[in-house]
């Protein structure tokens, strides 16, 4: 609705005349009402023109929601104003004021909602605040109004059951039932029957009559996934139900009234699939009435930090048990192509949970095809006394054996190393010495490469190299 507000009486009644010759629904209104009429129509756009009271400003600005159009070359000043769209002179230019009334229209559907953001709560699992999940939420709010079929392209992984559940939950068949079906998943020689229902002794095995999913979707939706896998045979009958919008049960004569909305998902190109004699033009140009393209995991990578939130919570439900990751660690999932898309974070997500249940993780804890980032894993160095406890449980933790069996004297290296001395020894001296001669062992064995020398022995490079100058343990 276009509310003109304009005290220039004879040029509010023109403008009127105007907008009504193009199609456009308008009323003239005087200040006083224009509270009333924006309550009645929040979606309103105000042509604002002459006030006695001259409080331009102050009207435009007590309505920021709305969008303005001026009219009169004395408002121009007043474009500096967010919410006011453009200027109209007279003489009334039907182009250039409908392109002037499109601009006002973009404004109010691109209308953020108080907190600045697009409000996302009527969204079920439809996480993310990209441009391009923005643009998806917006297609399926358009939609959703209709009874039109959708198609919804995108690649596997990407969540397009989602998109589908929301179109049927903001629809005005939400209380009706939500049906799926996977059209890859059935034999072709069953699909009939699954849609469709049977009737008893339709085939062999058919010892009692059943519904099909059409039937169980009446009043609701339908979603056929992956429906370029349906097999040609099908397609044809799918075709004469969405253009006749009835059809028989398997074996049956009756027709049954299919009111059911349909939604059709797929990741492959049907177009190209049409080229090659492998999905019917005619059936395509009926699904695909309202396209929805679903963006990959790697077009929408800044949502990442959202979706791992939310997966986590998730599975925190389920398991009790959550998982943290460090900004850096988000920044290297980032990086990653995902060729899964959300189901592969998914499933990383849950691997991470059970590796580091109720702990952070960093760039070096992610599976190695995951880390993106040049990130030193951190190693720790724990005091003196703390590695000599270590060893000596090492050392005797079973080495101590009963002197009574058989391994005793016959040479085994691990029970004459575990049997302590008549004479006793000292401990300190001897943890030193078998540490002088394991690392002297890792050195030649690798030729005195330090790297490789510390990497078998477990330690960091930096710590063998002062366990070297300790023992002065040089090659020479």
């Known amino acids: 609705m276009i509310l003109i507000l304009d005290d220039n009486g004879s040029r509010a009644q023109g403008l009127s005349y105007a907008l009504t010759f193009v199609g456009e629904a308008n009323k003239i209104l005087a200040l006083e009402q224009l509270g009333e009429l924006v309550e009645l129509h929040q979606e309103a756009i105000i042509v604002l023109g002459a006030l006695s009271q001259g409080e331009h400003e102050k009207v435009i600005q007590a309505h920021p929601e709305l969008p303005f159009l001026l009219v009169g070359q004395t408002l121009k000043p007043l474009l500096k104003i967010a919410n006011v769209i453009g200027l109209i002179c007279e003489p009334f230019a039907q182009d250039e004021t409908t392109v002037l009334l499109h601009d006002c229209q973009q404004y109010l559907r691109l209308k953020p909602c108080g907190n600045g953001k697009v409000n996302a709560k009527a969204f079920n699992g439809l996480v993310g605040d990209t441009e391009a999940v923005n643009h998806v939420r917006f297609l399926i709010s358009q939609v959703a109004k209709t009874d039109a079929n959708v198609l919804i392209l995108g690649e596997s992984g990407t969540g397009k059951e989602v998109v589908a559940r929301n179109v049927h939950q903001l629809s005005e068949r ?6 799926p079906v996977n059209c890859g998943a059935i034999p072709g020689e069953l699909l009939e029957s699954e849609l469709f229902g049977h009737e008893k002794g339709a085939f062999t095995g058919a010892i009692s009559a059943r519904k099909g999913r059409f039937e169980l979707a009446q009043g609701g939706t339908l979603f056929l996934d992956e429906i370029g896998d349906m097999p040609l045979q099908m397609q044809v009958k799918l075709l004469r139900v969405l253009q006749e919008r009835s059809y028989e049960r398997v074996g049956g004569t009756k027709a049954i009234t299919a009111d059911v909305r349909v939604i059709a998902a797929t990741h492959r190109n049907l177009e190209e699939m049409i080229s090659s004699g492998d999905f019917r033009e005619d059936l395509y140009y009926r699904l695909n009435v309202f396209p929805i393209e679903n963006p990959a995991l790697r077009e929408r990578a800044e949502d990442i930090g959202l979706l791992l939130k939310e997966l986590t919570k998730r599975l925190q439900q389920h398991s009790g048990q959550g998982v943290k990751f460090t900004d850096r660690a988000i920044v290297s999932l980032q990086a990653h192509t995902w060729p899964g898309n959300i189901r592969e974070l998914g499933n990383l997500v849950e691997r991470m949970l059970i590796m580091f249940p109720d702990q952070v993780v960093d760039v ?7 880390q993106h980032l040049d990130v030193e894993a951190f190693v720790p160095e724990y005091p003196e006394e703390l590695l000599e406890r270590q060893a000596l449980n090492d050392i005797f933790g079973e080495g101590f054996i009963d002197e009574d069996e058989d391994t005793v004297g016959e040479g085994n290296g691990k029970a004459d190393m575990g049997l302590l001395p008549d004479d006793g020894i000292k401990l300190k001296d001897y943890l030193g010495e078998l540490e002088v001669s394991l690392i002297t062992q890792a050195l030649e064995r ?15 490079r930096t710590t063998l190299v002062e366990k070297m100058k300790k023992y002065e343990l040089n090659r020479d």
Do not use: M, N
Not at 364 to 370: C, E, T, W
């Open 174 to 179: 939400s209380s009706g039932p939500f049906v």
């Open 364 to 370: 070096p804890d992610l599976p190695s095809k995951y």
């Open 446 to 460: 690798y030729d005195y490469v330090v790297a490789r020398a510390a990497e078998i022995l477990g330690v960091r």
